[in-house]
């Protein structure tokens, strides 16, 4: 476990210190969402009726912006030849970067979407349901979009190819999110198949996708 | 079996069965139109827009197919290396693209007079779409990296994960059960359609699988064909510019 800790440490602090990434995605985050108003009209009621939809929508499209950058750092001045060398299996080094870009990325993405609520004229009944269905769905995100980093590797305007790669895969953690978070503010009850399916689907990504974000490691550095 | 993954004779056996499957799709096909549009009626409910339904269903099916094939092929690219599995994947993608736009196409166009809109978002008409986008996803990264079976490796990838996604097609039915009708033609205790939609449904549900595996070896034939024209392009390029091999090298 020794290794996959430090990895993880050594990616959290490289995108601290860094800086750029994390500040990147948040202030996407923040612009996409005040100029959606500008767009739809400044009509409080309409904008509290989407709002859930939207922030979960800008969430996906900022995590997406970040995650082409996942192996890419490490690609280009080798270290991911070196890792590769390491003792850790290159799916513990995927679920490792990937966990990192949860951590540093997804989830300060999540935590700023209430401030953002605020924005919209979100229920206040629905800040902790959007903030736990982004945490329990923003994982499967990470790991997917690592699968999508890792195939995309290498290749001119790889960008834009990963979100074509990678946002359908993401549409059922939006469709359960968003369908998690309306029925709670329709009643107490019914919430918990959609809360249930998006926990699944995030487990399952977490446990699965670092098999094919390897393999495709694996392509890349033969 | 292996002897089928040998390019050579891949192409002397597909070059005497294609003409005859080209054949028998196309007889299929004419018998199959003259059934649903001239010999049968339109539907009581449903008039003459039930005719939609004979070439949407079909296109809808082999949709569905397409995938399975490149899911398919992408084991056998992954799994086994087999050297004609890569060519069938790559084949199979603009195919299965075809006939998923074809099946959302004529869907909305069946929309429009039955439902009163060409789109709604639905679960299937959503899952088609999302469908139609990992073609689109699979085709783009075939046509970014260069190397072929680098390209075909990172397709199989692609594939395999998006193949996650067609259990979730074929019951997104069951699970949202929303305004597309549910599934009429296979389920328990038989159909629910009646014979004279069932036969002209069916011949063109052969007919299009004809057509799908004519067109499929069609383009397996023509990459296998441009995967040759690229080696002698490059071996002549090599002979061209090679630096002449000194007498002596080539007399010892």
Known sequence: MTPFLTLLRRDIALALREGGAIGTALGFYLIVVAILPLGLGPDLNLLSGIAPG???VALLLSALLSADRIFHADHEDGTLEALALGPLPLELIAAAKATAHWLTTALPLALMAPLLGLMLNLDI???????????VGTPAISFIGSIGAALTLGIRRGGLLLSLLVLPLFIPVLIFGVSTISAILVGPGGYMSPLLI????????IVLSPFATAAALRLQLS | MYQFANPTFFMKLSGIVLPWLWALAGIVAAIGLYMGFLASPGDYQQGET????????PAAWLAMMGYTMIFLSSLGTLIFRHPLADVSAKAAAPIGAAFTLQALVTGAIWGKPTWGTYWAWDARLTSFLILFFLYLGLIALWNSIEEQSKAGRAAAILAIVGSVNIPIIHYSVEWWNTLHQGASVFKAGGPTIAAVFLWPLLLMAIAFTL???????????????????????????????APPIPAASVAS
């Open chain 1, 54 to 56: 939207v922030l979960w």
């Open chain 1, 198 to 205: 998006l926990m699944a689907f995030s487990v399952a990504s």
């Open chain 1, 125 to 135: 009944a629905a800040y902790l349901p959007l903030v736990g269905t982004m945490l």
């Open chain 2, 50 to 57: 039930v005719r939609i339904m004979y070439i949407h269903v």
């Open chain 2, 211 to 241: 057509l799908f595996f004519a067109l499929h070896l069609t383009a397996m034939r023509t990459e296998i064909l441009r995967r040759r024209v690229a080696g002698m392009r490059a071996r002549r390029a090599d002979e061209a510019y």
